[in-house]
Structure formats: C-alpha cells, structure tokens
C-alpha cells in the first residue's frame, strides 16, 4: 500500500 | 468513516461557519477586544494548499473531495477578506507570533521524519506539523489582549473539540482496522495539547456566562 492511499482523513 | 471523526469534521466546518459569522457581522477582523490573527488563518490556508495536492490524482469519496474543496477555498477567502476587505481593522501590532520559525521548523521536520521522501509526501508531512502549531499566533493574540469576545472564543472551541475528536477517532481506528499513522499521532496530541489552557477557561468561565479573561 503506498504512502499517498493512506491518507484517508482531512 | 466513524461518528468521531464525522462530527469531528462537522466541529472543523462550524469553526469555520462562525468565523465567517463574526466577520461578516462585525465587517471587521478586529472588534475590540475579538481579534482573529491573521497569521493563523494565513498557515491554515498554507496547511489546506499543501496537504490537499493529491486532490485531482486521489479520489476517495465525494465527501472527501467536498471537504476538501471546502477547507480550501474557505482558508482562502478568510485570507482574502482579511487582507483585503477588511485590512483596515486588522491590527497587526497585536499578531506579533513570530510565525516564520513555525513555518520553518515544520518545513526542516517534514524533510527529516516522513514516510516517504517524496514532494507530495513531505508536503502533506509539512501540513501535518504546521496544522499542529497554527493555532498558535491567535492563541499569543489572545493572550496578548488578555480577553476574547465570545464567538471568538466559540471558534476556538469548535476548532479545539475538532481536534479531541479525532485523538478518539484514532483510537477507536486502532481498534477496529489496526489503523497506525504515527506522524498524525503525535502533531494531532501536540495540536490538541495546545488547546488545554483554553478550554480550561471556556468551560470555567464563558459557559457560565463570564466574560473570557485571562488571570
């Protein structure tokens, strides 16, 4: 799973 | 999407809302004594501008691309009104946070603790840490002035309770899909940390109807 795909929060 | 962290993003739009409010209905950024700083809606829209660079490439979910929209154009009409339409009530004899150390420690934190050393991980990383500290100039401000009109400190409640909540959305996504984000972790307890001080006076003071006073 990359970095950028984790950021699933605001 | 859990209930902490949706009312959670709700609390960060009605900050938002009622600083909107204030300024609309004063026409001013400065009452007198309820003045917002500048240079923390200033690292706000920095924040949103560079955390939100995966906008057009990262799709997650309508509610996500909204609120996203939202924070960004918000931040930047805030520093718009201030700067321009209402620059003649903005004091910045009173915003004196030295807000270029902030900048610059988050910048050099962010190229050295980050999950990936690329541009558009160090910028989110960057917006991380400086979400964590931007409350900060309006915070001296406040303390500077020694007190706060109400719906400003409304604001910071709203802001403050925004942050809480996600410290309790972080645990229970720990519980619930092992969800581990530490660079989040500790900015977002540090952000929340920020904000003891204030809340201790809201809750003793202006609920019970006094006047937010510094002692």
Redesign the interface.
């Known amino acids: 799973e990359s970095?950028?795909?984790?950021?699933?929060?605001? | 999407m859990n209930l902490f962290r949706l009312v959670a993003d709700l609390m960060h739009l009605v900050s938002i809302f009622i600083l909107l409010l204030k300024m609309q209905k004063t026409r001013s950024v400065a009452g007198r004594c309820s003045r917002i700083s500048f240079k923390t809606q200033a690292l706000y829209a920095t924040v949103f501008l560079t955390r939100y660079t995966d906008l057009f490439a990262n799709f997650q979910s309508l509610y996500n691309t909204t609120m996203k929209v939202f924070f960004i154009a918000s931040s930047l009409y805030i520093v718009f009104l201030m700067k321009f339409k209402f620059k003649a009530t903005n004091d910045p004899r009173l915003d004196t946070f030295k807000a270029q150390y902030v900048v610059g420690g988050a910048a050099a934190l962010a190229l050295i603790v980050n999950y990936a050393f690329t541009v558009q991980e160090v910028l989110w990383t960057f917006s991380i840490y400086l979400e964590a500290v931007a409350i900060l100039p309006q915070l001296f401000m406040l303390t500077k002035t020694g007190e706060a009109e109400v719906i400003t400190t409304h604001y910071l409640f709203a802001l403050g309770t925004y942050r809480g909540l996600y410290l309790v959305n972080w645990i229970y996504r720990y519980w619930t899909e092992y969800y581990v984000d530490w660079i989040v972790w500790i900015a977002g307890a540090v952000q929340t940390g920020l904000y003891c001080d204030f809340f201790y006076i809201y809750f003793t003071k202006v609920l019970k109807g006094a006047k937010f006073e510094l002692p």
């Open positions: 970095a950028e795909a984790k950021h699933d929060e605001l």
